[in-house]
């Protein structure tokens, strides 16, 4: 698993940390072996960031004679370096590359953003001399900064290839790993401002259906609403219980669409980060650790993630919910947010260290998880909620990858 991006509220001190990453099973797994290993060696869907990736490492291998390959691109907060794809490493190899304590001697990664092309020696490197793999041969790297083509300076990433040949050999190539760094940044970057554009112009036509409904539907319902009245009084002069109680009953049921009407309102005018569902959270973060004394970490893993814009406004939606309770109800110091991917799942989790003992059962006035489970059935997920007394609450929403056809249905 890659490095994860942690950051804590400045505004209490740290004197709590949490065991464990938050547990995940499939629903209907066991969470076996067998099923993992089937998620994790599945190809990747076309038109994910990830499989570009690959594709751009298989060709600069075979061009440049390198022994293997790593892309990692800079995490939405822009403080981390992140794994999205490696080339030619074995199982052993890839475990390491993943901690990249012992693929690199420089102490600092972030130092390589914004710099030209380097090849380093990694033969001698201090970290690599216990290293138990017998595929341990790697004795030079060339690590190459990807950045945004329209912005030049502006990081994207590293593109690091291994050699078996000494530092003066693979120093012959850097001209070719240059040239592929910087096709492989504006890959990067045309696909991120390609998911901004279509995900902007979907919103707009959100919007547009909002302001159509109100319009029309919304008004027609006040003015229903209106006209009730007038029959109330109209049709007093027959059955005066009878006719009271239906026109009460239309007034009821005039005034549950018109409520209706504004949420849906509401939903499709809702405002997304335009950088996707990832920057999003990160707002979201902001924004809770401004408004409260809770510390509240965010541990993402992913650095890559494109959804259906339904999705995004869902999930977004949903973890809002959930910390708006932690906010108002748990009692908390610490709450974290964790957002993962595995066997074949995205999972969301939020969960605190407060009071507890909360039973998730609606009451008149407060249907929050409710409405959070009926948002997780809209994109085909589900939520799970536990809560102990003195051992807080966890709120954990998760659903299966979209199929791969939703961007083509999209555009």
Request: glycine share 6%; net charge negative; hydrophobic share 45%.
């Amino acid at each position: 698993m890659g490095p994860i991006a942690v950051s804590e509220s400045d505004a209490v001190p740290s004197a709590f940390s949490w065991v464990r990453d938050p547990e995940f099973v499939p629903p209907g797994e066991d969470g076996g072996v067998e099923k993992c290993l089937s998620h994790e060696v599945s190809s990747p869907r076309a038109g994910q960031l990830k499989g570009l990736m690959i594709v751009f490492l298989d060709s600069i291998i075979g061009t440049t004679h390198a022994t293997a390959g790593v892309v990692r691109l800079l995490s939405p907060d822009g403080h981390t370096l992140q794994i999205i794809g490696s080339a030619a490493l074995s199982a052993e190899l890839k475990e390491e590359a993943e901690n990249f304590v012992e693929l690199e001697c420089e102490a600092n990664d972030m130092a390589t953003l914004g710099r030209v092309v380097h090849a380093s020696d990694i033969s001698s490197c201090a970290s690599r001399q216990h290293c138990p793999y017998a595929s341990c041969r790697f004795k030079s790297l060339v690590a190459a900064p990807l950045e945004s083509p329209n912005q030049p300076g502006v990081p994207l990433g590293i593109l690091t290839l291994f050699f078996d040949a000494p530092r003066e050999l693979a120093s012959r190539v850097m001209n070719a790993v240059a040239a592929f760094a910087e096709m492989m940044g504006a890959a990067i970057e045309y696909t991120y401002i390609n998911r901004e554009s279509h995900r902007a112009e979907r919103l707009a036509a959100r919007r547009q259906m909002a302001n159509d409904i109100h319009d029309s539907l919304a008004q027609a319902l006040t003015f229903a609403r209106m006209r009730t009245s007038l029959l109330l009084d109209a049709i007093r002069t027959g059955n005066e219980l009878m006719a009271t109680k239906y026109a009460r009953d239309v007034d009821e049921a005039l005034e549950s669409s018109q409520k209706s009407a504004r949420e849906l309102i509401a939903d499709f005018r809702f405002e997304l980060n335009p950088g996707g569902l990832l920057a999003a959270l990160n707002d979201l973060v902001s924004k809770f650790r401004e408004g409260n004394r809770i510390a509240l970490e965010f541990q993402n893993r992913l650095v890559d993630l494109a959804l259906p814009i339904e999705h995004e406004i869902q999930v977004y939606n949903i973890v809002r919910e959930a910390l708006t309770n932690i906010a108002w109800h748990s009692g908390a110091t610490h709450a974290r947010l964790f957002v993962d991917a595995t066997a074949g799942y995205y999972v969301f989790t939020v969960e605190d260290n407060g009071v507890g003992a909360h039973t998730f059962a609606p009451v008149e006035g407060h249907y929050g998880m409710l409405i959070m489970r009926e948002r997780a059935r809209r994109i085909g997920g589900e939520i799970r909620a536990e809560s102990a007394r003195g051992l807080g609450t966890r709120v954990q929403l998760f659903f299966l990858e979209p199929e791969s056809d939703w961007r083509a249905a999209s555009e």
